[in-house]
Structure formats: structure tokens, C-alpha cells
């Protein structure tokens, strides 16, 4: 049965600012919502169950695509595809695919399943981490036409979701050709892996992000990604002045997945904010 984006409604307006419209075009939730399905999907733990998403094009053909996985549910996949899903449908850049899985709704056990070494945490991260790996890709894989080689499957997420995808492409590097990190919070530069310099990486943080337990000015993004650019790796780093806010992420998402995925020119969709904060190498 399909689930709808009410469900977290909430959320996301807390994502959606009221001067969101002098924001670049973008769709709306309901038209997201149209091309996104959702499944009760078991685990983590035994017994439990979490909202799996799929956002697949209605002009995608019926062979697999590139694929995003996407923390934080449809949080995630609104970050990632409120700009770009019309570019798809226009026929501007070619089909992906979206998979999006829900963080546990506790915020404590959310940042236990997302950082590994959690204070109090216990095994969360790895029994999360584990159940990604081992039963949401695989069944995206055998049911979604999701994409099964490295080059073209990818992980990302924004707050704590960008400390995830930090950690498990540096840990999985045999199956994830990059990731979409939006202003981490947690993330250390001695996680990098010496098969980053074969991967992609976005990397974005705002100088006005820095209240809580927040990095003041970006700097969590900085380090990271000076640990990228000595290691190698392709890398796109967007810093700016923004703070630790969902129009952001949104705004920073189109040139950034489209160079992720290599899909095309990223410059050719880019946003006014990553045209003036975005810079690529090597």
C-alpha cells in the first residue's frame, strides 16, 4: 500500500521557511508525492518495521538507473529531488532513482543509528548500517531496478544523515561511488579511507550553520573536505553563507547530484547558490 507525505508534513515545513518563494522553481510535495511509493519494510531491529521510499520517473525506462540512497525518509528525498524532478521530466538530464529509508523517530536513537560510537548507542549504528547493506539494497536491487554496480549507486543525506553517508561510503567503498554530504555534524576527517581518492564527493556547509552541538562557520564540512582534496578524490565543495536549513540542502542538491551521478553538466542546472559557493576538482 502506498504510504503519502503526510506523514511527515511536520517535518518538512519546518524545511520550508515562509521566504521560500523567492527560492529557485521547484515542485511541489504533492508532485513529488505522485512519483513516490512506499512499503513497510522489516527492521532494523527484529520485530520492528520503517517506511521504505521510491521516487522513479514516469519516463524512466524499465532498465536500472543510477541510484541515490537517502537518509531521513522523505525529508531526504524532497532535498534531493525538489529541483531536479521537473529537469527529469523535461527530458533535461536522464532518469534516477531515489531510495529512501526512515530514521528511527527518536531523535537520540536517530543520531545512535547515523554516528558510529554514539554515546549510549550500543550496536545501533552497526545493526542499522547492517540492514541497509544487507536487506534494503539488495531488495532495491531484485524489486526497484536499482542500479548494482558501484559506479553508479550513491549515498547521502544532510545533518546527521551527511555523517552516514560520510562513514559508509568511506566503509563501503566496493559499493558506493560517492556521496551527497549536506553540513555534517558529527564527521571526522580520520574516517577517510584510502580508496576515497576512487570515489566522488560532494560536501557542502553553511558559515552561518552554529548553534547546539553544531560545528560553528561549516567547519565540520571544511575538514572533511580538505581531507578529500589531499587524498585525491574528485570533489565538489559548496561553503557559503546559509545556515543548518532544509532551503539549503534543497538549493544545493541539483548541480551536486547531477555531477554525483554523472549525469551531465551540472552547470546547465545549478542554482544561483551553487553557482557563487560550488567548486569542483581535481
Same mark, same amino acid.
Given at each position: 500500500?502506498?504510504?503519502?507525505? $503526510?506523514?511527515?508534513? &511536520?517535518?518538512?515545513?519546518?524545511? +520550508? ?16 508525492? *505522485? ?44 532535498? *534531493? ?12 538530464? !536522464? ?7 526512515? %530514521? ?6 536517530? &543520531? %545512535? ?8 548507542? +550500543? ?5 542499522? #548500517? ?7 539494497? !539488495?531488495?532495491? #536491487? ?28 568511506? *566503509? ?36 552561518? #550553520?552554529?548553534?547546539?552541538? @553544531? ?8 575538514? =572533511?573536505?580538505? %581531507?578529500?582534496?589531499? +587524498? ?5 565543495? $559548496? ?11 534543497? /538549493?544545493?542538491? !541539483?548541480? +551536486? =547530484?547531477?555531477?554525483? @551521478? ?11 547558490? /551553487?553557482?557563487?559557493? $560550488?567548486?569542483?576538482?581535481?
Amino acid at each position: 500500500m502506498k504510504l503519502r507525505f $503526510c506523514l511527515v508534513a &511536520a517535518t518538512l515545513a519546518l524545511l +520550508s521557511p515562509a521566504w521560500a518563494q523567492n527560492e529557485p522553481q521547484r515542485v511541489t510535495v504533492e508532485q513529488v508525492d *505522485a512519483l513516490t511509493t512506499g512499503s513497510a519494510f522489516p527492521g532494523p531491529r527484529e520485530g520492528q518495521t520503517r517506511p521504505v521510499w521510491v521516487w522513479r520517473p514516469t519516463n524512466a525506462p524499465a532498465t536500472r538507473l543510477p541510484t541515490l540512497y537517502m537518509a531521513d525518509g522523505l525529508d531526504g528525498l524532497y532535498v *534531493a529531488v525538489a529541483h531536479l524532478q521537473p529537469l527529469v521530466e523535461a527530458g533535461t538530464i !536522464p532518469p534516477f532513482l531515489v531510495i529512501a529509508t526512515n %530514521a528511527n523517530p527518536d531523535g537520540q536513537q536517530r &543520531a %545512535a543509528e547515523y554516528l558510529r560510537g554514539w554515546t549510549g548507542g +550500543s550496536d545501533d549504528f552497526t545493526i542499522h #548500517e547492517r540492514w541497509l547493506i544487507e536487506q534494503v539494497i !539488495p531488495w532495491a #536491487e531484485r524489486t526497484q531496478r536499482a542500479a548494482n554496480t558501484r559506479e553508479r549507486r550513491f549515498i547521502g543525506g544532510f545533518s546527521n544523515g551527511g555523517d552516514l553517508a560520510w562513514q559508509l561510503a568511506n *566503509a563501503h567503498p566496493d559499493l558506493f561511488g560517492g556521496a551527497l554530504v549536506h553540513s555534517p555534524v558529527g564527521a571526522r576527517a580520520d574516517w577517510i579511507q584510502p580508496m576515497a581518492n576512487t570515489q566522488r564527493w560532494v560536501i557542502t556547509g553553511g558559515t552561518q #550553520e552554529g548553534s547546539g552541538g @553544531l560545528e560553528r562557520g561549516g567547519q565540520t564540512s571544511r575538514t =572533511i573536505a580538505q %581531507a578529500v582534496e589531499r +587524498s585525491g578524490g574528485a570533489y565538489r565543495v $559548496c561553503i557559503g553563507r546559509w545556515g543548518h536549513v532544509g532551503r539549503a540542502w534543497r /538549493e544545493l542538491s !541539483p548541480g +551536486s =547530484i547531477v555531477w554525483l @551521478l554523472g549525469l551531465g553538466d551540472p552547470a546547465s542546472v545549478a542554482t544561483p547558490r /551553487e553557482q557563487g559557493n $560550488c567548486r569542483t576538482g581535481p
